[in-house]
């Protein structure tokens, strides 16, 4: 639009000054010549423009890293099109309005030119301000880095004086947070399948798809110094991940407790369908299984779990669990399908009901017939004494955050046929 307007103004110029002189006329051209200039300067957006329009060798690109200067020219209003064709037509045909509105124009031009050169200097010397923020930033970094190592359980404050409690990760907060390749089994399944399982200390487990190192984790603590773990990961980053996050949190245990976590998992990559010889000459009191497609290594484990024991399976939908059941009734091995469940958790919000302005709710209660009641009746406030027992309300509702849907766990029971 920018480019367009200049002819415009052109042919119209071309039908007013038509029977002008040959000065005019070179007038004329010096002021489209201008005209041009003040198009590339003033146009709404600013573009870098190349002089050299037969040397294609080197095309530049639009400039991303403007200059204060050409940022604020870049935002000055469009030219309106008096603007336009006083500033193409010869000065003697332009009549006084427009030659009082063109120096109107002229004077605003230094008062932007000075702002420009203002604010230019402005932003080459860092505000103090800025550099007390800085400093101010880098203090509460370094209190929160004096944080680490503190008791647990006691309250501190960070460097805006905002109170934060101290405490160890728990092994349920490690499983969540830790980095992850495929997604976890989260702690509510985890813990489900373990009592499906009945795992105790002392017992030996199979887990085929080890993932991120979640569930292994869990069978860790729960078969003790006296168990084992075998975990087998048929991806090579899923079982480094597993490893890694094994090794880990073993690691950070170490430091908190002052003992050794149990070295009693062992990592295997193998594909468990082709992998007999991994497992050959050894029992097995539970097996957890998280595949994509567990029915496919049934005939390979089943044989070595104990009978009566358990086989929990860990699927992400129901059509998995189908297949899983068609493929026990394919197969014909001896195991009875005794459970399919999900684990769902829902979370509370319970606190003292408070208004916006952060006073607590008062209970109201029904004033009998006959009696009056004060009319300078107040809502009572937060006091450094304890309010008497149940005289704020409280609010109770489920949290607005909830864990939605993570898997279904069937629970498979070896039996004598």
């Known amino acids: 639009m920018a480019m367009q307007m200049p002819f415009a103004g052109l042919l119209l110029m071309h039908r007013l000054v038509r029977s002008s002189s040959q000065r005019q006329l070179g007038s004329r051209f010096i002021l489209h010549k201008c005209n041009r200039r003040q198009t590339r300067t003033f146009s709404t957006a600013f573009v870098n423009c190349n002089e050299n329009k037969g040397d294609d060798s080197d095309p530049s690109p639009l400039s991303s890293n403007l200059t204060f200067r050409q940022a604020l020219l870049s935002k000055r209003r469009p030219l309106s099109p008096l603007e336009r064709i006083s500033s193409l037509m010869p000065q003697e045909a332009l009549s006084p309005e427009v030659m009082q509105l063109r120096d109107e124009q002229n004077q605003e031009d230094p008062e932007e030119e000075a702002n420009i ?57 490690y499983v969540l947070y830790m980095k992850r390749g495929p997604a976890i089994a989260y702690p509510k399944d985890a813990a489900t399948m373990m009592m499906m399982m009945d795992v105790s200390e002392g017992d030996c487990v199979l887990e085929s798809g080890s993932g991120s190192g979640a569930m292994s984790l869990f069978l860790s603590r729960a078969v003790g110094c006296k168990g084992s773990v075998l975990s087998v990961e048929v991806r090579e980053d899923h079982h480094k991940r597993a490893v890694l996050n094994y090794n880990r949190w073993r690691t950070a ?11 009693n998992v062992q990592f295997h990559r193998a594909d468990l369908c082709t992998a007999s010889s991994l497992i050959a000459g ?50 014909a091995l001896p195991l009875l399908c005794e459970r399919i469940i999900e684990v769902p958790v829902r979370e509370w919000l319970v606190a003292p009901a408070q208004q916006k302005d952060g006073k607590y709710c008062v209970r109201k209660a029904p004033v009998p017939e006959g009696e009056q009641r004060e009319e300078t009746e107040t809502e009572e406030t937060i006091t450094e004494e304890p309010a008497a027992f149940g005289s704020f309300p409280y609010i109770a509702r489920p949290h607005p955050e909830q864990i939605s849907h993570t898997a279904f766990l069937v629970k498979l029971r070896k039996c004598e046929r």
């Open 117 to 173: 050169h203002t604010q230019e200097e402005h932003e080459a010397i860092p505000k103090e301000e800025d550099s007390e923020t800085h400093h101010a930033s880098d203090a509460a970094m370094e209190t929160d880095e004096d944080k680490a190592g503190q008791p647990a359980g006691r309250f501190l404050k960070t460097g805006r004086g905002i109170p934060i409690l101290i405490r160890r990760p728990s092994l349920e907060d």
């Open 253 to 263: 245990w170490s430091l908190r407790q002052r003992e050794e976590w149990p070295d």
């Open 282 to 331: 050894q029992g097995f009191n539970a097996v957890a299984l998280d595949m994509v497609n567990p029915h496919l290594v049934l005939p390979t484990v089943i044989p070595h779990l104990h009978t009566g024991a358990v086989c929990a399976v860990y699927l992400a939908n129901i059509t998995q669990v189908i297949d899983l059941l068609e493929g026990l009734r394919c197969l």
